[in-house]
């Protein structure tokens, strides 16, 4: 629900001024996932095929997340756009021809992990060169959250290869930290699109008083002026 709330303005007539104010990347990253909520959520009710879906749909997430980033500091190139969902269609291709690409039984492919990490690791570093520019305790949170996703992601990593091998019964067949931690590392990134949300409101507020301040400056100066054309 959260993801459907902050996704929805983004349908309305004036997605063009919400897009000027935000990122072309923030919907797609709020897209993304969402897809990987819905994924992980139908797939034990349905069928263990949507669990590679959900996984590419992570790393679109975290892909749009670090352009969204980046261009908050930065110009990014329309190219890279497409680049990053070629890549992430080439990812979702693989996953139907390997379908046990992200599948819990098996625990993330280290390859997979990598990329997680990897992605998340270039969004701190781009949060991080925004925090210089910009003093919000909104990225901090976001950094912060970005190098917790990065923990999380290796704590999963060390339990599937050298932690207990007991599972919990469904779809997931995984023992109960992985499990938590599966369903954690998702929380962690719907944390991180509320903070950004909350920079872009604050970053927007702080335009507002600067525009206004601006406005009765201008009217100040035209009455002195009026004033001084009068004596």
């Given at each position: 629900?959260?993801?459907?709330?902050?996704?929805?303005?983004?349908?309305?007539?004036?997605?063009?001024?919400?897009?000027?104010?935000?990122s072309?990347?923030?919907?797609?990253?709020?897209?993304?996932?969402?897809?990987?909520?819905?994924?992980?959520?139908?797939?034990?009710f349905?069928?263990?095929?949507?669990?590679?879906?959900?996984?590419?749909?992570?790393?679109?997430?975290?892909?749009?997340?670090?352009?969204?980033?980046?261009?908050?500091?930065?110009?990014?190139?329309?190219?890279?756009?497409?680049?990053?969902?070629?890549?992430?269609?080439?990812?979702?291709?693989?996953?139907?021809?390997?379908?046990?690409?992200?599948?819990?039984?098996?625990?993330?492919?280290?390859?997979?992990?990598?990329?997680?990490?990897?992605?998340?690791i270039?969004?701190?570093?781009?949060?991080?060169?925004?925090?210089?520019i910009?003093?919000?305790?909104?990225?901090?949170?976001?950094?912060?959250?970005?190098?917790?996703g990065?923990?999380?992601?290796?704590?999963?990593?060390?339990?599937?290869?050298?932690?207990?091998?007991?599972?919990?019964?469904?779809?997931?067949?995984?023992?109960?930290?992985?499990?938590?931690?599966?369903?954690?590392?998702?929380?962690?990134?719907?944390?991180?699109?509320?903070?950004?949300?909350?920079?872009?409101?604050?970053?927007?507020?702080?335009?507002?008083?600067?525009?206004?301040?601006?406005?009765?400056?201008?009217l100040?100066?035209?009455?002195?002026?009026?004033?001084?054309?009068?004596?």
């Amino acid at each position: 629900m959260v993801m459907v709330g902050l996704l929805y303005p983004y349908a309305l007539p004036h997605r063009r001024e919400l897009l000027r104010l935000t990122s072309e990347f923030r919907p797609l990253f709020l897209g993304f996932l969402l897809a990987h909520c819905v994924f992980t959520l139908i797939s034990p009710f349905t069928s263990p095929a949507f669990l590679p879906l959900a996984s590419v749909s992570i790393v679109g997430a975290i892909l749009m997340l670090a352009l969204e980033a980046r261009s908050d500091h930065k110009s990014v190139p329309r190219k890279w756009l497409w680049v990053a969902l070629s890549l992430v269609s080439l990812l979702a291709v693989l996953a139907e021809f390997r379908s046990d690409f992200g599948a819990a039984h098996d625990g993330p492919p280290v390859i997979f992990a990598f990329i997680v990490q990897a992605l998340l690791i270039w969004v701190s570093v781009e949060v991080f060169i925004n925090l210089q520019i910009r003093q919000s305790r909104h990225l901090l949170l976001v950094f912060i959250l970005s190098l917790l996703g990065v923990a999380v992601i290796t704590m999963r990593v060390w339990l599937t290869n050298f932690g207990e091998s007991s599972v919990i019964d469904g779809t997931y067949r995984e023992s109960f930290p992985l499990f938590v931690s599966r369903i954690g590392f998702p929380v962690l990134l719907c944390l991180v699109s509320i903070a950004l949300n909350n920079y872009y409101m604050e970053r927007m507020w702080r335009r507002e008083a600067i525009s206004r301040v601006d406005a009765e400056n201008n009217l100040l100066e035209t009455l002195n002026s009026l004033a001084r054309v009068r004596d």
